[in-house]
């Protein structure tokens, strides 16, 4: 069974402070893995997108890893900032139907305090 | 910022009430979504489609229903609510991957915060 599962479910950092989020996936055939930042009641926001052949891309102070063999992706989130306070969410596409499935963790709830 | 809307972002309905959701891009994509999401839970697929006049069901089921008469456009309607239709809807698309292994964005709209009392 395809299956995206986030740790942890809720984090609470202080400003300033780096931190990283975890992804596991079962989702096989492969396509690509996406990390996607959605603010209480909007829609995700991508913020990378990786395919098997890359295992790191930064945008800003995110930092995403990917390592396709144990089907492992982190988001690192540097020198974070009050308006990083989101839910962050893995996102992992197959290739083995037209659709291009898009298969959801359920988020990572993180809160930054001042 | 992605050219995806949706409206209305908030909408408050009687039960049994026939209501539309409307969905446009203006990124000429041929793939639209809609997704399902309660608090604190992932996404879930509710329709689907590849371009004008097609549709299909996702992974949840759902009483609403879809229609693709345009490819910017990509509503969905309920025709009779219900408490249990309380939720927030997100609409989304893409392009169709230009080669192997070619990376397709996803844009998400903002949704719509749907509350049936």
């Known amino acids: 069974k395809n299956q995206v599962e986030q740790s942890p479910q809720s984090l609470i950092i202080l400003e300033g402070k780096n931190c990283t989020l975890q992804?596991?996936?079962?989702?096989?055939?492969?396509?690509?893995l996406r990390w996607y930042k959605q603010d209480t009641g909007r829609g995700p926001v991508s913020l990378t997108i990786m395919t098997f052949s890359e295992n790191t891309k930064s945008n800003g102070r995110y930092t995403a890893t990917l390592d396709a063999d144990t089907k492992q992706s982190s988001l690192h989130i540097t020198a974070s900032q009050l308006s990083d306070s989101a839910s962050y969410i893995c996102v992992v596409s197959d290739r083995g139907s037209t659709l291009g499935r898009l298969y959801f963790g359920r988020g990572t709830q993180l809160t930054v305090w001042p | 910022e992605a050219d995806i809307y949706q409206t209305p972002r908030y909408l408050v309905i009687g039960t049994g009430k026939k209501i539309t959701l409307e969905c446009s891009q203006t990124?000429?994509?041929?793939?639209m979504y809609w997704y399902q999401q309660d608090p604190g839970m992932e996404l879930h697929l509710i329709h689907y489609?590849?371009?004008?006049?097609?549709?299909e069901k996702g992974d949840l089921s759902s009483e609403s229903t879809v229609s693709r008469i345009r490819t910017e456009h990509f509503p969905l309607t309920l025709e009779s609510a219900r408490p249990s239709h309380t939720s927030q809807y997100l609409c989304?698309?893409?392009?169709?991957?230009?080669?192997?292994?070619?990376?397709?964005?996803?844009?998400f709209g903002q949704g719509t915060r749907l509350t049936v009392v």
């Open positions: 989304a698309s893409s392009e169709w991957p230009s080669g192997q292994g070619k990376n397709t964005e996803a844009f």
């Open positions: 489609s590849y371009g004008v006049n097609s549709t």
């Open positions: 992804c596991n996936y079962t989702v096989s055939p492969f396509s690509n």
């Open positions: 990124m000429g994509h041929d793939k």
